[in-house]
């Protein structure tokens, strides 16, 4: 079992940035790929980005590319999400997930946290 906790998350004006966090505790020995994902008000939870164990294999959602950076730091069990030029179509929860090897979807999900950004 993998909990997973997400925080950084608030209310920032249209062009700010917001770094969010993911850490993971349970069975974090087992190597996992990680993403972040968001649902806004009445939408369905769309992905945002994606992290391969090692780190070297990033995977971005187009309307987020160049402005979102997805890192992870295996050693404290942590992933972020360095959110740029925010957007007010950036609000929504953000959820962090992990996919345990060979697994076709995600395992884990944490409980979100809220992202608000005002024009």
């Known amino acids: 079992q993998v909990l997973l906790v997400e925080s950084g998350g608030g209310l920032v004006q249209a062009g700010g940035s917001l770094r969010l966090s993911c850490a993971a505790s349970g069975r974090t020995f087992s190597p996992y790929g990680m993403a972040w994902f968001r649902q806004a008000p009445g939408k369905e939870r769309e992905f945002v980005a994606a992290i391969s164990w090692s780190g070297e294999s990033t995977f971005y959602a187009d309307s987020v590319k160049g402005r979102f950076t997805i890192s992870r730091d295996n050693a404290k069990n942590t992933m972020y999400l360095q959110m740029n030029s925010l957007k007010p179509e950036d609000t929504a929860v953000y959820f962090c997930?992990?996919?345990?090897?060979?697994?076709?979807?995600?395992?884990?999900w944490g409980q979100g946290t809220q992202v608000t950004v005002s024009s």
């Open positions: 997930a992990a996919a345990l090897p060979h697994s076709p979807e995600y395992d884990y």
